[in-house]
C-alpha cells in the first residue's frame, strides 16, 4: 500500500500543479519525516483520512510560493491575501487528496474537510500511527511537500 499511496500523491501533486498552474513539478525521492525537524513552511493544509485508509495528509508550503500561485490563478489579492492564501492552500490540499484516493481503485476511501494552520515552524501533531513519508517537490520559484501519516 505505502507504494500505492506515495504513487498516487504524486501523481495527484504533478496533475494538479500541471493543470492549474501551468508548472510542472519535479519529485524527489520520499523520506521519512522527523515529526521534531525543523522547517521552512509557513503553511500547511490538512486533510483526515477515513475508512479503509486512515490517517492525515499535509500539504505544505512557502508563504512566498502561495503568493505566486495566487497570482498565477489571476485573483487579486490587496487586502484580503492572508485569507485568500488560505483558501488556495484548502482547496490544493482538497483537489489533491481527492484526486489521489479517487486513484486507490478498490479502496473505500474518506476525505475530511481541509483545515489550514500558518506559522513558522508551526508543528503538526501526527498519529502514531505509523512513520510520516514527505513527498518533497520543486516547481519554479519554491518547493512545496505533502506529508502522509496513513494506516492501511
Not at 85 to 110: F, K, W, Y
Amino acid at each position: 500500500m505505502e507504494s500505492k499511496l506515495i504513487d498516487a500523491f504524486r501523481a495527484s501533486a504533478e496533475g494538479t500543479f500541471r493543470d492549474m498552474f501551468g508548472l510542472s513539478p519535479r519529485a524527489k525521492a520520499p523520506r521519512v519525516l522527523d515529526a521534531d525537524e525543523d522547517h521552512d513552511w509557513d503553511i500547511s493544509g490538512l486533510i483526515g483520512l477515513a475508512g479503509q485508509a486512515q490517517g492525515v495528509v499535509a500539504f505544505r508550503l512557502t508563504g512566498e510560493l502561495v503568493g505566486r500561485l495566487l497570482v498565477a490563478t489571476g485573483v487579486a489579492a490587496a487586502e484580503d491575501a492572508r485569507a485568500l492564501e488560505g483558501g488556495l492552500v484548502a482547496e490544493l490540499t482538497n483537489i489533491m487528496a481527492g484526486a489521489a484516493t479517487s486513484a486507490l481503485a478498490g479502496l473505500d476511501i474518506e476525505i475530511a474537510p481541509p483545515v489550514v494552520i500558518r506559522g513558522p515552524q508551526h508543528r503538526i501533531s501526527w498519529p502514531s500511527i505509523g512513520p510520516v513519508t514527505a513527498l518533497g517537490f520543486s516547481v519554479p520559484g519554491g518547493e512545496f511537500e505533502i506529508d502522509l501519516c496513513v494506516r492501511h
